[in-house]
């Protein structure tokens, strides 16, 4: 009787080509590769200059993670985590912060939940930022990239100031947040968002509105609707296809049940579509932005009264936490033995699949030309998948 | 293949716009760019406040900071002499080591780009070696709001001054265990209190119990180094918590209640069952004596070694001024007799209401043992020196202790002065108060100066003692009645000492006082009693300022003879007896063993 994994199913990746028709070349594709996010690998056969066979490699990263915070106490992993996504390391700060805060049943003080809920919509806007300037670069507008990683360096200013920071903020501890807004900081967000709105109304006319990109984006990478389960696509690469899916507004955490928006979708489900989806959100993270601004407590503790963190025992316990982050649903299953360290961590980032089972699939059949812009419109993080 | 529209192909053209703005980037080296005023730099150290405790080392995921020796550094009280060194190769800047520095010494400057071609000097000791940014703003700093230490201690129940005054139980009630559990979590494992404590008791391995709920694994760790244990968990001077890193930033750890917590876990019939100290004979004899802490101590430490010991005390029980000292609200008797008997069951002999010099001779004890110890403390009280001091209603504050713990009637009537402001001066006036006595306590200098334990006298505030501070007995008078003496005091101005001493009373002449009271009791301090010491090895014992001097493991010049306790050191209390009953110890065992001298 056949197992289970030798029944053919209709999503199996295809067999690789023959190689020894002399009808396919083989080439590499990254890791060094100006067209690849992160450091990743595709190996691709292409048949002319169209893709026959896509497999993916990883490895070319730091790794291991998990097991790392296996062999570290509890507030020696919170510098620790950040890492996982680099572009973007709040969610994960966030996720394991709020992981333990479940086990230990920590309650948040409010204004830590809203200084929060900012630096999380402000590393939103960062990371679609980068994403839009990369975008734009891999379908030959470099231009557009140095306008937005501008404006995303502006986030970056802010960052500084607010957590110590620039990239790894290291600014969401279990527990709370490590420090209050500093003097006149709200101005100087709403100054940079001003700027944030500015340029993206020139990238829709730069970009969106482009005959050029158009010819390039639409109609390229389909995900059909079937897929999205089968597959485990999230974010907006699943909101592009029609699912009204966002777990701020599905399962809100933090202080989203506040705020005011609507979750974007849209149907045509291709690169153009699935930018369309991001762009429109970075209006909302603006919005977002400010109304958290608008609404956040003026003062109060920002941090919850933890154990002496040299001996933290955290209670035995298992809890797995989500949040949405740019490209979809991010979780943390977590499970503790009562000991000073975790007995085990399970990371689970949405370029998991992204960027491995859907990318493999979603390349064939395209222009060795769109690959880059391809594995952009999913929007992927190599560290998520050797985490 | 979408449809060409025209705006769609025009728009992008809106691109040209931008070649007429200014560019984004900065002109470095020409223009530069501080870090935020919180921004996470360069590490700087106040090498002055640090005090090398080592928790950065501790909490630094990245095993980037080292703790190493520093020239011109030694290590002192409260010191380990050690500083952070930073390894840049390995450091990710996330300040941890910042949030959780005791003393607030370690930070951050906000400078974030250095240049050098020296790999080595990306190993540094900030604060020491001289960096491009010890001059620049500070960056990152702990918000003050927030902090990963545990900086308060958590209420011990105590009774009432009111119940205190009506009873001798026992004050403090000690930890629960919840309680102990939060207080021994505070601990940061610096191990600068080992350094401190006169006996290096292994201070945060025994809190670590605590937190692990083990507790015969505690007791085994208070026993590697101190027999005295359940008496040190109540009434240690604690100059260990006086080092706690906790102290720079909130309340030091109560390591004297988590001790006691540890033996009030255990009842003493299991001491036996979880120490299993087994004695192997080694033929050898010591006399000791005296019997209070530090000849019980050396006796223990001495019978662990194989050697056959006999005690020598005068008293009818055994503990010197523990038991005739110290009253019992501070430390019950059971909780003393636990230590004692514990030390007695290893068979130790001991022989009570024994007098050297008079029961028995010194010289006996000398010939027929391998060495002596004595350590007999300090027990005749030192004299007032004004006139009229033999007043039959004048007492010692010593002799008023001992009668009340020996449950005699000190007779100090109900109206009392105690004259003096030590630990001793504190207990005779707080045992007369619940001997419904009311008592004045006169002190030539102010409160602060007092040598008295703060909580000793603050409980003493507390039973409504009246403190007279800055005020000089002149004269001590017969009253009519004979169980009255008067006294004559006058106020004194404290005048600041030119040498850069502590500033000293001076008599006012013109604001002499005179009061009558029923008793008066003298409190002024103590001194030793040698009279049982032959000639010739009186002789041969060096004394310095009523002290003897003898070598760090307590040899005096004549190699047999031994001694420890009040009588050798400076600090005349408990735990520096024990830590020398344990010093003799290993001398004499150096001695008799090896056949060698000690340092």
Known sequence: ?387 | MPKMKLKDIISPFYVWQRSFEKPYTNNKPIDERPGAPSYRGFHVNDIEKCVGCGTCETICMNNAIDMVPVENLTAQVGDSGLRPRFDYGRCCWCALCVDICTTSSLRMSNEYAWVTDNPDDFRFTPGVDEKPWDDHPLGYRRDPDYSLLKLERPAMTMLSAEEGLNSFDEVVHGFTPEQAIVEASRCVECNICVATCPAHMNIPGYIKTIREQDFEQGLRLLYETNPFSSTCGRICTHRCEDDCVISHLGKPLAIRWLKRYITDQIPAEKYQQILQHKITENGKKVAIVGAGPGGLSAAYFLRLKGYQVSVYESAEKAGGMLRYGVPTYRLPDDALDKDIDYILSLGVSIHYQTTVGKEIDFQVLYDENDAVFFSTGLNVPSGLRIKGEDHPRVLSGLQVLCDVASQRDPGVGKKVAVIGGGNVAMDAARVCRRIGAEVTILYRRRIEDMPADPEEIEEAQAEKCKFVTQAIPGLIEKAKSLKQVVIQWGEAEMVADDNGGRPRPVLQEDKMHTDSYDCIISAIGQAGNYSFLPEDIKQQLVSQRGKFTVSNHQQTSNTKVFIGGDIANKTADAISAIADGQNAAIGIDEVLSLGMGTK
């Open chain 1, 1 to 387: 009787m056949p197992s289970i994994s030798q029944q053919p199913h209709k999503f199996d990746p295809p067999l690789e080509p023959d190689l020894t028709s002399g009808k396919y070349v083989k080439i590499w594709h990254g890791p060094q590769h100006p067209g690849i996010t992160g450091n990743m690998s595709l190996e691709l056969t292409i048949c002319g200059d169209e893709v026959a066979h896509c497999k993916t490699h990883v490895g070319y990263l730091h790794r291991g993670f998990e097991k790392l915070m296996e062999r570290r106490t509890f507030i020696q992993n919170f510098p620790v985590v950040c890492r996982i996504a680099v572009p973007e390391p709040a969610f994960n700060e966030y996720l394991y912060a709020a992981a333990i805060e479940e086990i230990a049943e920590i309650e948040v003080p409010e204004l830590a939940q809203w200084l929060r809920v900012l630096n999380l919509e402000l590393m939103r806007l960062a990371s679609y930022l980068m994403w839009l300037g990369g975008s734009s670069g891999s379908f030959g507008m470099t231009t557009v990239y140095q306008w937005t990683v501008t404006h995303r360096d502006y986030i970056l200013d802010l960052f500084e100031e607010m957590t110590g920071a620039r990239i790894y903020h290291m600014y969401i501890t279990p527990g709370g947040v490590r420090a209050k807004l500093p003097e006149g900081f709200k101005g100087r967000v709403l100054k940079v968002m001003q700027g944030v709105e500015k340029l993206l109304y020139e990238v829709e006319k730069v970009v969106f509105n482009n005959h050029v990109f158009k010819l390039r984006s639409q109609g390229l990478g389909i995900i059909s609707k079937d897929m999205i389960d089968e597959y485990g696509i999230v974010g907006p690469n699943q909101r592009a296809c029609g699912f009204e899916r966002d777990l701020r507004k599905d399962q809100p955490y933090l202080v989203y049940d506040q705020l005011d928006f609507e979750v974007v979708t849209e149907t045509e489900s291709d690169a153009y579509t699935r930018a369309w989806v991001r762009y429109q959100e970075m209006h909302q993270s603006v919005s977002m932005i400010r109304q958290v601004l608008d609404k956040m407590p003026e003062g109060g503790s920002f941090h919850a009264d933890l154990p002496n963190v040299l001996h933290w025992n955290v209670p035995a316990g298992e809890t797995y936490v989500k949040a949405e982050c740019t490209r979809g649903e991010y979780g943390y299953y977590m499970v503790t033995d009562g000991s000073e360290y975790l007995q085990r961590i399970h990371i689970r980032g949405p370029s998991y699949t992204h960027a491995v089972s859907v990318m493999e699939k979603l390349a064939v059949g395209i222009n060795i030309a769109d690959v880059a812009g391809l594995m952009v419109s999913l929007h992927t993080y190599p560290p998520e998948i050797e985490r």
